[in-house]
């Protein structure tokens, strides 16, 4: 079964089992009759096709790093599909994040999220104004001044939460503990 994640530059294996034809659930698109391939659209498009698995009537899928180093990172969509002479059956589709080549990575990175840029960027915006009025003139047809001071708390306490969430989410994908806790009171029914 393919992956959620896939890094570009890696090489890539998976398999996956015969799959059931769409017009018949009972019969099989076995390796020893049919060909499967994959389809990816996403910020590239690319055909990856399979052949059979070792053992068993399933697929293995297979791709070098030469032939995964130029995809571009992001999200793409798949349809997994099997043919055999002149017929086509589509059997699976989905999505998968194609992940950044951090080897060929040219310059600097920030591998901050969004949330936490954004947090970073109304922190130090806080930090910087905080000695200056609050003051809005206008002129002409201008306008000049600093933003609401509660608009920019709210957006800071809203990005915080994001933060903390994405936080936890890579905490638990770590195996450890979230900082969650599920409080739990048991009583005895007479």
């Keep these: 079964m393919i992956p959620d994640q896939l890094r570009s530059g890696d090489s890539w294996q998976w398999d996956d089992d015969a799959p059931a034809l769409p017009y018949d659930p009972t019969s099989f698109a076995t390796s020893d009759t049919y060909t499967q391939s994959y389809a990816f659209q996403g910020p590239a498009n690319f055909l990856l096709p399979s052949t059979a698995a070792p053992s068993g009537t399933g697929y293995r899928t297979t791709s070098l790093p030469a032939a ?32 950044e080549n951090l080897q060929v990575q040219e310059g600097s990175f920030d591998a901050r999220s969004f949330a936490r840029k954004a947090l970073d960027t109304i922190e130090a915006t806080i930090q910087g104004n905080l000695d200056k009025p609050m003051l809005t003139q206008e002129g002409a047809a201008t306008k000049i001044g600093y933003r609401n001071w509660a608009d920019m708390m709210a957006v800071r306490s809203q990005l915080r939460l994001e933060v903390k ?26």
């Design 68 to 99: 995964t180093a130029a995809l571009e990172p992001g999200i793409y969509k798949y349809d997994r599909y099997v043919t055999t002479g002149s017929d086509r059956y589509t059997v699976g589709s989905g999505r998968v994040e194609i992940l």
């Design 165 to 190: 969430s994405e936080e936890q989410a890579d905490d638990l994908a770590k195996g450890l503990p979230s900082g969650r806790f599920i409080r739990l009171r048991m009583v005895s029914v007479r």
